[in-house]
């Protein structure tokens, strides 16, 4: 995981399930301290409200209300991109046209984001990047409390970034 080519003044498309998943640990807040905007695209924000009355959604529904998040119209997806779920292309697409960092966990997406020659970020990520920009001491805990509620990370990958945030 290299985070190395993040810029903090850069522009940032999310894709849904980090965007949850950062929801769900009340972390929005710390996409607007690491990049300049952040955008979402109409697909990935009707994927994250899907459960309007959830306490992810209604997290979601604040970061638009005060302007960290912005919606941003769906773009025209190239070919190359039709074999991702449609919040995934969506998300995609908008980052190659804007030449923007791409938050994404999918394995799927995160090739063909690296095919595109975009920066790629996940959630982990953006939690030891604030970890290094000083905005968390630690995200072991977090880690921890995500997975715990149900989102999907591996014992391999939890050890790598530990290790990576020398904790």
Known sequence: MSLSNLR?????????SPLLALARLDFLTL????????CVTQTVIAECLA?????????????????????????????????????????LEYAIQHSATILIDERAGRLAA????????????IL??????GFLLSIKPKIYELRDSGY????????????????
């Open 128 to 133: 030891l990047l604030a970890k290094r920009k």
């Open 8 to 16: 903090i003044n850069q522009l940032l498309v999310a894709d849904t």
């Open 152 to 167: 999907f990370i591996s014992e391999t990958l939890i050890a790598s970034v530990l290790e990576l945030a020398n904790e």
């Open 114 to 125: 690296k095919a595109h020659h975009l920066n790629v970020v996940g959630t982990l990520g």
């Open 51 to 91: 459960k309007p009355e959830s306490s992810d959604a209604l997290r979601i529904k604040e970061a638009l209300a005060d302007g960290r998040l912005i919606i941003v119209d769906d773009p025209v997806v190239r070919t190359s991109l039709k074999h991702l779920d449609v919040g995934e292309m969506s998300a």
């Open 31 to 38: 996409l607007s301290q690491l990049f300049s905007s952040v």
